[in-house]
């Protein structure tokens, strides 16, 4: 079956502008998951789905990331007046339970965000 | 918040020759893993343990929980095996992940 698809995989803003990021994950996967990855680093949690509860939210950088995956299923990384710090790879994860003992977790390509 | 540490960050090896690499963390958890990253972002699961040891095809994960301490070994390497190796560690429903690997395999 098909995997996570992430859109656009590439995105180009200029600063000040609003930007939409895409996740569909694994058809009925219950846990979703956002990642920042800055170039050379390793990816850095932002917020984790169950469902369509937001549970944890703590990773988000300022009050202008906001994220929802109002049905269950396809979620929405939302970023307001981009800033060029915000240049970097958004991934996206699921799996197919709750996160009481860390399940494998499946990866989108990622969207690679340029912030000019 | 865990500290995930990841050893070596640059490695090059000679096709065939055996890979460890090592990762530790500083606090208790509830699952390690092992991910590969390609160029262009793709990343994909190797391997996911809380305890001993897990072996798939050429690639071997080992975890000491006491020591908080794992390792990724890769036996008879090949050019393929070239990538990112991450690390990334489980607890309290996040992820913490290491700086990765830069693994090169030449033929």
């Known amino acids: 079956g098909a995997g996570v698809s992430q859109s656009p995989r590439y995105k180009v803003a200029k600063r000040g502008q609003d930007v939409a990021l895409r996740c569909d994950p694994i058809?009925?996967?219950?846990?979703l998951f956002w990642y920042q990855q800055a170039l050379g680093q390793g990816p850095e949690f932002l917020t984790y789905f169950q469902n369509e509860a937001q549970l944890d939210k703590s990773g988000l950088p300022s009050d202008r990331f906001f994220a929802e995956r109002p049905e269950g299923s396809v979620s929405t990384l939302k970023i307001q007046r981009t800033q060029q710090e915000d240049s970097a790879v958004y991934l996206c994860?699921?799996?197919?339970?709750?996160?009481?003992?860390?399940?494998?977790?499946?990866f989108g390509p990622g969207t690679r965000l340029l912030v000019l | 918040k865990n500290e995930v540490e990841q050893s070596p960050q640059n490695l090059t090896a000679q096709e065939g020759e055996f890979i460890t690499i090592n990762c530790s963390y500083s606090?208790?958890?509830?699952?390690l893993h092992w991910l590969q990253q390609h160029p262009g972002g793709g990343i994909v699961s190797l391997f996911m343990?809380?305890?001993g040891k897990k072996k798939h095809g050429r690639l071997i994960a080992t975890i000491n929980i006491q020591e908080k301490h794992s390792s990724l070994h890769i036996t008879a390497s090949h050019p393929r095996d070239s990538a990112v190796y991450i690390c990334a560690a489980f607890s309290a429903r996040q992820l913490t992940f290491g700086s990765g690997t830069q693994l090169t395999v030449l033929p």
């Open positions: 606090v208790g958890i509830s699952a």
């Open positions: 058809s009925g996967h219950v846990s």
């Open positions: 343990l809380s305890s």
């Open positions: 994860a699921s799996s197919d339970r709750g996160t009481s003992i860390g399940e494998t977790q499946y």
